[in-house]
């Protein structure tokens, strides 16, 4: 008989990694759209100097955003279902 608490384990484990890919993919975003906005903002004669604590926030979203991309990819979980005998 398999044991339930490993498995719930396991599926827990999955789960938080699918929750963790996912808020990578949603703060990439982010700070995808905020360069952009900047981007646009420049284009209209806002100055670097003006927009650089709004570009210092991109770039440390997307410093976090890296950090827990690599945790991810470092504990990728169990690669099956494990069964015990």
């Given at each position: ?6 498995a ?54 997307e ?8 945790a991810v ?9 494990v069964?015990?005998?």
């Open positions: 008989m398999p044991n339930a608490t490993l719930e384990d396991i599926e827990q484990v999955r789960r938080t990694k699918g929750v963790i890919e996912s808020a990578t993919v949603v703060i990439l975003g982010f700070a995808a759209r905020v360069d952009a906005a900047i981007a646009q903002a420049m284009a209209n004669g806002a100055t670097a100097e003006e927009l650089a604590p709004l570009s210092q926030v991109v770039d440390e979203t410093a976090a955003a890296n950090q827990l991309a690599a990819a470092q504990n990728p979980g169990p690669p099956g279902p069964t015990t005998g």
